[in-house]
């Protein structure tokens, strides 16, 4: 985040039912420099804060109170809000795993985590946002 | 070989045997009863020809006695009758009384008269100076003692044999002297022989004994005839039998031979019947043969082939429903019910096995199906346990992490951050175990690359670069072992990380390496930093990180070797007796 220089910080969403590991989250966060935007604890309300708040990049458990699945929610933010996603998670199966891999939108931090894998995951999330995204916009406007 | 062809060898072989007793039955009894039988009856025929010639004999001398006692003859020889020759010894007297010669002689032996004639013509021929000079020289034919004397013999003669018969010349009532002798005989040529063999109806030879020219078989005959008033044999081929026996001389020797051929009538009878006896026995035998065969095809040979194929085709089939077609109540018929009820009990059986095999496969499948649904629940809920305690295990990092906001001493900080590590490393045990196929193991390499990442991130903060090198066996271990080690491991790290490299220069090396030995396994965990402060004890020491080495070594039951020569060296090793349960 230092060598990109914004008048305003990244805008980061939380989405995690845990409220100790999403507190401890908003705490690193605002410590590496962003703003969070909100704290989600459900894939609905996830949505819905996401298309309201329009953050940056979604930190997102794959597990939640309700039965969406964050990954469910996660595609739902793709497909109408173009926001890149980092899964923050102790657990994924092969076939989540495989679908985190294949989209350059999706990035994976494995719980229990350090700082840095946020920080590292966050920049990659924006470096997409702001050259990949606009690729993929060019590519669809032309 | 089939059991046709071996009864049919079997039967065969039987009757060639059967047939080739009788042969020699044949050949060593019946045929030489044949030749015995033969042999007896030319013996007989050769015995009666001589009888012939002997009664032959006895008539020529029942004339000669009539003539002897014959006034007329009487007064011949005294000198007193000279008309006696041409009155009586006309040709046509020989002829009647069939002799061929009449020799008369003086009281003392002298030739009156002599005279030969041939009976077939009927004319008078030469007499025998043969005969003439036999006569002179034996005087028993001349000479009597008594006028009822009488000489008869055979003569042999260089001109061929002769019956003689003598008597002498006396008065008709046989009294008075002996006025001279009356010989009389005919020849034993081949006229006679011709008369004789007519009344025998047998073909009659005779041989002078001592004629060079006798043929072969008759010289080997007389060759060593000590007793010649017996009568030898011999065969001249398969249709003729040969009867021979001697005539003696007025000496008692032989004087000639008779010979009768016979044909061999019942021989070849003999022989005939045994050979239709013979052909007609092979014929029935070859016949019966043939019926035995036959019958012993149909009544059990077919049977048995048509049995063995029909069971074939059972076990070719396996339709252990067909049965047998029983006929009949002999040894076979009960022999193929013994089969049908042998499949019977075969066919019970096997539906039973059938049922019960089917059964274990229904119970197996079921075992199988439950085991599996079984097995995908405790997968599901172990790795929902390891999901759970990685997600439990970031809630106490996040604890840590939140009590740190609050705390500025350095050193308190620390323990901190080296709690999160620790939970961290624990955390990545079950990372690996829930990715892992077995949810019980971990491959220790994968672990101990992701973990050396891991510390790298959280404790280097400093200028240069630090380089890592993993060299570890692909070894599965146990949560039990893998725990512990990645613990030690990630003490070990954390040292060298905090204390071996102070100025952060580039160049330096931490190392980890880990490997197999035999019964156990050996961890190194070496840096090229600045070492060990001479005052390090590792006894004395009550660093939190030392006490947890030392703590977790002897958990796995193993032991920590320092070395501090060029850098720190920590070699850890522990046997392998938790994983080999």
């Not at chain 1, 996603?85 to 985590?113: C, G, H, N, S």
């Not at chain 2, 003490?491 to 102070?502: C, G, M, R, W, Y």
């Not at chain 2, 320092?562 to 349960?581: D, L, Q, R, Y």
């Amino acid at each position: 985040m230092n060598n990109t220089e914004p008048k305003a910080p990244p805008s980061i969403l939380i989405v995690e039912d845990e409220s100790i590991v999403a507190m401890d989250l908003s705490f690193r966060l605002e410590e590496m420099g962003y703003t969070v935007v909100g704290v989600a604890d459900t894939g609905e309300e996830a949505i819905a804060l996401a298309l309201s708040q329009k953050p940056d990049v979604v930190l997102m458990d794959l597990r939640l109170k309700t039965d969406m699945t964050g990954m469910e929610a996660a595609r739902v933010i793709e497909t109408q809000a173009s926001i890149p996603v980092v899964f923050v998670t102790a657990y994924t199966d092969a076939q989540t795993m495989a679908e985190i891999q294949r989209k350059p939108d999706f990035l994976l931090v494995m719980k229990p985590f350090v700082s840095s894998e946020i920080q590292t995951a966050i920049g990659k999330a924006l470096t997409w946002r702001t050259d990949g995204h606009t690729l993929s916009n060019n590519g669809v406007g032309r | 070989m089939s059991l046709k062809v071996k009864t049919a060898f079997i039967v065969i072989l039987s009757f060639l045997i059967l047939l080739t007793l009788i042969g020699l039955v044949v050949r060593f009894s019946v045929l030489p009863s044949f030749q015995q039988i033969e042999n007896n009856i030319v013996i007989e025929h050769t015995l009666q020809t001589k009888n012939g010639i002997l009664d032959e004999l006895a008539d020529i001398n029942n004339i000669v006695g009539d003539w002897a006692g014959w006034r007329d003859t009487r007064d011949f020889a005294l000198g007193d009758y000279p008309e006696y020759i041409d009155d009586n010894m006309m040709n046509a007297s020989y002829t009647t009384l069939e002799v061929n010669f009449m020799w008369i002689g003086d009281a003392d032996g002298h030739e009156l008269f002599a005279k030969d004639v041939d009976l077939d013509s009927g004319a008078e021929t030469a007499f025998s100076d043969n005969l003439r000079e036999y006569i002179a020289d034996h005087p028993r034919l001349t000479h009597f003692s008594t006028v009822t004397d009488s000489m008869t013999c055979i003569v042999n003669l260089p001109d061929g044999l002769v019956m003689l018969a003598s008597q002498p010349i006396r008065d008709s009532n046989n009294t008075g002297t002996i006025a001279g002798s009356l010989i009389m005989g005919k020849y034993l040529d081949s006229r006679w022989l011709q008369i004789l063999a007519e009344k025998t109806r047998l073909t009659v030879a005779t041989y002078r004994w001592d004629d060079p020219a006798l043929p072969a078989p008759i010289q080997a005959a007389k060759d060593g005839w000590q007793d010649t008033e017996a009568v030898k044999t011999y065969i001249v081929n398969d249709d003729t039998i040969v009867g021979l026996t001697a005539i003696n001389d007025i000496d008692g020797h032989p004087a000639g031979i008779v010979t009768v051929e016979q044909p061999r009538i019942i021989f070849r009878a003999g022989w005939n019947s045994l050979s239709v006896f013979f052909g007609a026995t092979t014929v029935i035998a070859v016949l019966m043969v043939l019926v035995m065969v036959i019958l012993l095809d149909q009544m059990v040979l077919k049977r048995v082939t048509d049995l063995g194929a029909h069971l074939t085709q059972i076990t070719r089939s396996g339709d252990l429903s067909q049965r047998l077609a029983v006929r009949g109540t002999d040894e076979l018929s009960e022999l193929m019910q013994t089969l049908n009820g042998m499949m019977d009990t075969i066919q019970t059986s096997d539906e039973a096995l059938r049922a019960a095999h089917d059964t274990l496969e229904q119970r197996v499948s079921e075992r199988t199906s439950a085991l599996s649904v079984a097995l995908s629940e405790k997968n599901a809920l172990l790795k929902e346990v390891h999901h759970r305690v990685k997600n439990n295990l970031q809630i106490i990092t996040s604890l840590l992490n939140l009590q740190a906001r609050g705390v500025d001493d350095p050193n308190t900080l620390a323990l901190l951050h080296d709690s999160q590590s620790r939970v961290r490393s624990m955390a990545l045990v079950h990372e690996k175990l829930y990715q892992s196929e077995a949810l019980d193991r971990i491959n220790f390499k994968n672990y101990l690359q992701d973990l050396v990442g891991y510390l790298y991130r959280l404790y280097w903060h400093r200028d240069g670069r630090v380089e890592f090198l993993v060299q570890a066996e692909n070894i599965e271990l146990s949560i039990d072992t893998a725990v512990p080690c990645g613990l030690l491991v990630n003490e070990l790290i954390t040292n060298s990380l905090k204390h071996a490299f102070p100025d952060g220069t580039d160049g330096g090396k931490v190392e980890v390496r880990f490997w197999a030995e035999e019964n156990g396994y050996k961890m190194v965990v070496a840096d090229n930093g600045v070492g060990l402060p001479p005052e390090f004890d590792m006894q004395q020491n009550s660093s939190l990180g030392i006490q947890l080495i030392k703590s977790l070594t002897r958990q796995l039951d193993g032991n920590v070797v320092i070395s501090a020569k060029e850098g720190v060296s920590v070699t850890i090793s522990f046997p392998n007796g938790k994983e080999s349960v």
